[in-house]
């Protein structure tokens, strides 16, 4: 059976089910809004923090306001008034004190630039064996000093040399150096290096591990310096250089819109559409 409430904004009676009359209020949200303004502001707010806002910086001592329009829980979690009294006298984890500390995990240990200084050993030997002196192998960076004695010459160049995998591994006094042999052996000096291909394909083999790799040797054509790349990085590319200014060169020298001024390569010549200037016309 329906019963009979009344609205403590608008005093307009309204019928209801007998379930929600001991908890009805309002009649609308808009009556409830209205109630709201009037009863809930300043310290009758169930949610009312305080008036002005103010804290004292735990670093340099200043008082600090809350900002406008800044949330006021992100104005009670603050402890300093700026970023750098938040660097200066908040705590930080920092080296071995901090929980996630790795010794051997800097970025300065890490390997991500072994290709780039493998290629540049590789490319500066012209992929010769600097120990036997043969060629179209595979091919190891070796590094003189040692990796890990020596962490500031890692990426040095000159403290690398190319070297086959064969002598590589005597180098390292391997047990496995055999392991590299594919099968037919290449004349000169190459012992159990794999069999090269020849031709204007990449240079194949097997590697110490087993793994066979393939490597494409050249020039760059632009400058001609001899450079070395695998060949994932070189198939299906329309011209190969030994950097990016050698490449960036290259394109500028044979873009279509406009060329350098070269006898073999003249500028072209774009006709203009506009119309000729009223000087022209003047007799």
Not at 161 to 186: D, R
Request: proline share 5%; net charge positive.
């Amino acid at each position: 059976m329906p019963v009979e409430v009344q609205c403590i904004e608008c005093g307009k009676k309204h019928s209801v089910t007998p379930s929600i009359a001991k908890t009805f209020k309002f009649c609308s949200y808009a009556c409830r809004g209205e109630w709201r303004k009037k009863n809930w502001s300043g310290p009758n707010n169930p949610k009312y923090t305080g008036g002005v806002r103010e804290k004292t910086c735990q670093h340099c001592g200043e008082v600090f306001k809350q900002k406008q329009r800044e949330p006021v829980v992100t104005f009670q979690a603050k402890k300093f008034c700026s970023k750098s009294c938040a660097d200066k006298g908040g705590f930080r984890y920092e080296g071995e004190a901090h929980p996630n500390w790795k010794e051997t995990a800097r970025r300065k240990d890490r390997r991500g630039k072994h290709g780039s200084w493998a290629r540049a050993v590789l490319s500066r030997d012209k992929e010769t064996c600097q120990h036997c002196g043969v060629t179209e192998v595979e091919m190891h960076a070796h590094h003189i000093m040692s990796f890990a004695d020596h962490p500031e010459k890692r990426w040095d160049v000159s403290n690398g040399m190319t070297l086959c995998a064969q002598c590589h591994w005597a180098v390292h006094a391997a047990s496995n150096a055999n392991g590299v042999n594919s099968g037919k052996l290449p004349p000169g000096q190459a012992e159990d290096n794999p069999e090269p291909s020849f031709g204007r394909k990449p240079v194949e083999g097997v590697t110490t591990s087993g793994r066979a790799y393939r490597r494409w040797t050249g020039n760059c054509e632009w400058c001609g310096t001899f450079i070395s790349k695998r060949w994932s990085d070189a198939k299906d590319k329309k011209h190969l250089f030994c950097s990016k200014h050698c490449s960036g060169k290259f394109n500028a020298a044979n873009r279509e819109y406009r060329r350098w001024v070269n006898p073999e390569q003249p500028m072209a010549v774009i006709s203009t559409t506009s119309a000729p200037r009223e000087s022209d016309d003047i007799v």
